[in-house]
């Protein structure tokens, strides 16, 4: 399990540390869940992404998930 600690705001510099801590630690490819946020969807993110394909790659959740809406018969 990877995680990083960090108290300054969230931006694409926090992102790419811990992308490039990531892949250092991990001797495997590395597959990446993560959400919509707009660091997630950087482009200095891509960037870095396009240039480690080898070592890593993102997969992003939807947005919306439509076959998670319940709906109540009444």
């Known amino acids: 399990m990877c995680f990083k600690l960090f108290?300054?705001?969230?931006?694409?510099?926090?992102?790419l540390d811990f992308?490039?801590?990531?892949?250092?630690?991990c001797t495997h490819k590395v597959?990446?869940?993560?959400?919509?946020?707009?660091?997630?969807?950087?482009?200095?993110?891509h960037q870095w992404?396009?240039?480690?394909?080898?070592r890593i790659r993102l997969f992003?959740?939807?947005a919306y998930s439509?076959?998670?809406k319940q709906t109540r018969a009444t």
């Open 19 to 25: 992308l490039r801590r990531l892949i250092r630690q």
């Open 60 to 62: 992003f959740l939807p």
């Open 31 to 45: 597959f990446l869940i993560v959400d919509g946020h707009p660091v997630h969807r950087a482009k200095a993110v």
């Open 49 to 54: 992404l396009e240039k480690h394909q080898d």
């Open 7 to 15: 108290t300054q705001r969230f931006d694409s510099a926090v992102m």
């Open 66 to 68: 439509p076959e998670l």
